[in-house]
């Protein structure tokens, strides 16, 4: 096919997909030639390096593989020395939009070897090795200190730190400042990290710059407005000082320290900053935390955090309002579908993202955002109920509808939701997901249980969830969900009625004291096959009709420990003469009478969407948004706290983890012997603490 021609410069950034044709994840491409069938040709730019913003050989990548970038973005990500943060920071990309948007003068907090540091943005760097039009000039910021004390920390000209774009952390808006600030030119300098030219004009999208009299800020300086309501221990604050820079924190102390006559605040801030203690003032202690969190001013400096005010005073009209990280929701009476997999990035990922947990609701938070964040099962399985008079459907209704369309529910839905529920016990107490879940499909949806389960020796029963029962004689030191699956089932000569549209599997651990394994390997694909009660079964040797199955040849390591183990007559017969096997008792398979023996055996299938796991009493979930093996989300209610028990809330936090999908894609044979301690964090995280496995029917996507 003859590719077609791209006029237009356009870049990218490799988001999925293995090393191909020279392009791997985080590398950086322009597009030359996009081909028919969907692909980019073109040049890479490698990243931060000696020659980083020349172009090397070109290669070939899947359009669905990148994630569409501007040349500036693209110039300010080539900067960012690890391919990893790349991708971290474009995760984030609240922030990220608002470091392409950053201009002359605005403030930033930037990581630094001496912590967490404010500065101001001076100058936009473009970093160079030499000029060819071929070449992608990198970009960094220059960024001036302020110190802790809110003044200039150099005396003197010098050259100015560069920072790349993955060290800025914070962007401190225009609206936090209340009335402004010119600041001091900065004196251009050379700098010996590289070759680098400055670029005067950088780019200064909306009205970012402030433009105040020099009254303003005479009366910034020396006043601060009078919070309308009283600050107390517990209460968010942020202080303004002299220079404009915005701190953010929570009030630890309340008095009159030593050598002081009016009332000052201990504040421990959001973040580390140089100059700052651990909550000393002057040799004296007057309440812990980190190291270089504690900041000791005035009460009359302090404000209440104007991130969390959803009203502002009347002579504060004229700024700009900054979104608040916890928004108001509107009512809707239209059902939102789950997030899409290409909105999920930038629509959940983040801090105050998710559900908000709230007094032992961590259970319910992972949950429900395991159930109907991003997955269609619980929606075509489970409709919404039709009666929206109905107080707790209107309540789960809002949960749904806001973490769909806003991507954050507040935790004052999820008590009511927890309160209306009936018992006492799941509005105030630690629970498990399981009796929730229960609940749930009884109580809400009013569907019949999810599973029919059928054995020999006893009637049909049913079941929302399946609870894994074993010995762990019988198993591996880390097995498989499949191996754990068939074992339980085999052993209590269980079998599945029909084909479920949700299979939740529990493992054989309870609460957080006794777990039977100490990691345990997902299955991304369960194979009940040969665990659907008087359905067709191939012979394990042979592929033809399976006739018998012998539960002792299960963890028979010359016949794939761990397998269901049917055969038909005459491998039956073959296998068990073997002489470690004539103590066997093979059990006859029932199959339909109309089976046509010579037809091949569809397999049937399920694909798990999600994991939810527990550590010391907290629950946490990870959740599969869509079909690439790498997508990936972890959800943690909890994450974060402001402020004391009595006065303060958690931050619910969203991560991508793209990395447990790299983990789970490597064959089975290799899981097995992988070491879980040398795996990443999360991964790690959930292969130690699994407690639910999620899955649904293959025939409803996600």
């Known amino acids: 096919m003859e590719p077609n021609r791209v006029v237009n410069e356009r870049f990218f950034i490799v988001i999925r997909g293995k090393s191909r044709k020279g392009f791997s994840r985080g590398c950086i491409g322009r597009v030359e030639v996009e081909t028919q069938r969907g692909e980019f040709m073109g040049p890479l730019y490698a990243g931060s390096g000696?020659?980083?913003?020349?172009?090397?050989?070109?290669?070939?990548?899947?359009?669905?593989?990148?994630?569409?970038?501007?040349?500036?973005?693209?110039?300010?990500?080539?900067?960012?020395?690890?391919?990893?943060?790349?991708?971290?920071?474009?995760?984030?990309?609240?922030?990220?939009?608002?470091?392409?948007?950053?201009?002359?003068?605005?403030?930033?907090?930037?990581?630094?070897?001496?912590?967490?540091?404010?500065?101001?943005?001076?100058?936009?760097?473009?970093?160079?090795?030499?000029?060819?039009?071929e070449d992608l000039h990198m970009l960094g910021f220059e960024v001036e200190f302020v110190d802790c004390d809110h003044n200039l920390s150099s005396k003197k000209p010098a050259p100015l730190p560069i920072f790349s774009a993955a060290d800025i952390i914070q962007v401190v808006p225009s609206s936090n400042v209340r009335f402004g600030q010119h600041w001091r030119d900065g004196k251009c300098a050379s700098t010996n990290r590289k070759a680098v030219t400055r670029i005067n004009s950088m780019p200064n999208i909306g009205s970012r710059t402030r433009q105040v009299t020099e009254d303003q800020t005479e009366q910034a300086v020396s006043h601060n407005p009078t919070p309308t309501e009283p600050l107390e221990v517990g209460s968010l604050v942020e202080v303004v000082s002299n220079t404009g820079i915005t701190v953010y924190g929570v009030i630890r102390w309340l008095g009159i320290p030593t050598g002081k006559t009016e009332e000052w605040a201990g504040i421990e801030l959001d973040y580390e900053v140089n100059g700052c203690s651990d909550g000393q003032y002057r040799g004296q202690q007057y309440f812990i935390c980190k190291g270089s969190r504690a900041l000791f001013v005035p009460i009359t400096k302090c404000s209440p955090d104007g991130r969390f005010v959803t009203s502002f005073p009347e002579e504060e009209t004229l700024h700009p309002k900054e979104t608040p990280p916890a928004p108001v929701f509107e009512e809707s009476n239209e059902d939102v579908p789950p997030v899409s997999e290409s909105e999920v990035l930038s629509l959940l990922v983040g801090r105050m993202r998710g559900i908000q947990g709230h007094f032992n609701s961590c259970y319910l938070d992972a949950t429900l955002f395991s159930l109907f964040s991003t997955s269609v099962t619980l929606d075509s399985i489970c409709p919404m109920p039709a009666d929206k008079e109905k107080p707790i459907t209107c309540t789960l209704r809002t949960i749904v509808n806001s973490l769909r369309r806003r991507g954050f529910v507040p935790a004052e839905s999820v008590m009511n939701f927890r309160k209306q529920l009936g018992c006492d016990t799941f509005r105030t107490e630690e629970k498990d997901p399981e009796e929730f879940i229960t609940v749930l499909f009884q109580k809400v949806f009013c569907v019949e249980p999810l599973l029919k389960l059928r054995s020999k020796r006893e009637p049909s029963h049913s079941a929302y969830t399946f609870q894994i029962f074993l010995e762990k004689e019988q198993m591996g030191q880390m097995p498989t969900v499949q191996q754990l699956l068939d074992t339980s089932c085999l052993s209590g000569d269980l079998k599945f009625e029909t084909m479920p549209s949700c299979l939740i599997v529990q493992m054989p651990r309870f609460g957080n004291k006794y777990k039977m394994f100490s990691h345990i390997i997902p299955s991304t694909t369960l194979d009940i096959t040969d665990l659907l009660y008087n359905a067709p079964r191939e012979c394990f040797i042979c592929g033809h009709l399976a006739e018998y199955e012998c539960l002792q040849c299960l963890p028979d390591r010359k016949l794939q420990p761990g397998r269901i183990k049917q055969y038909c007559t005459t491998c039956n017969t073959q296998v068990h003469t073997h002489p470690t096997r004539q103590g066997h008792s093979p059990s006859a398979v029932a199959v339909a009478a109309d089976v046509d023996v010579d037809s091949p055996v569809p397999r049937r299938t399920m694909q798990l969407f999600a994991v939810l796991c527990i550590q010391t009493s907290h629950y946490v979930s990870f959740v599969k948004y869509g079909p690439d093996p790498r997508s990936w989300l972890f959800f943690d209610s909890m994450a974060d706290r402001h402020g004391d028990n009595?006065?303060?809330?958690?931050i619910p936090e969203i991560?991508?983890?793209?990395?447990?999908?790299?983990?789970?894609s490597r064959p089975e044979e290799e899981l097995a012997g992988a070491h879980p301690s040398l795996a990443p964090e999360l991964v790690r995280r959930l292969l130690c603490d699994s407690y639910m496995f999620l899955y649904q029917n293959p025939t409803t996507p996600l």
């Open 655 to 664: 991560r991508a983890c793209p990395e447990l999908g790299d983990f789970l």
């Open 50 to 133: 000696g020659t980083a913003g020349a172009p090397k050989s070109g290669g070939t990548v899947r359009r669905e593989d990148t994630y569409p970038l501007t040349r500036h973005q693209a110039q300010l990500l080539l900067f960012v020395p690890a391919a990893s943060k790349r991708l971290e920071l474009l995760c984030n990309l609240q922030l990220f939009s608002a470091i392409c948007e950053l201009s002359r003068d605005d403030l930033v907090v930037v990581k630094h070897k001496r912590g967490h540091l404010p500065g101001l943005v001076k100058n936009l760097m473009q970093i160079e090795k030499k000029e060819n039009k």
């Open 646 to 650: 009595q006065s303060g809330y958690n």
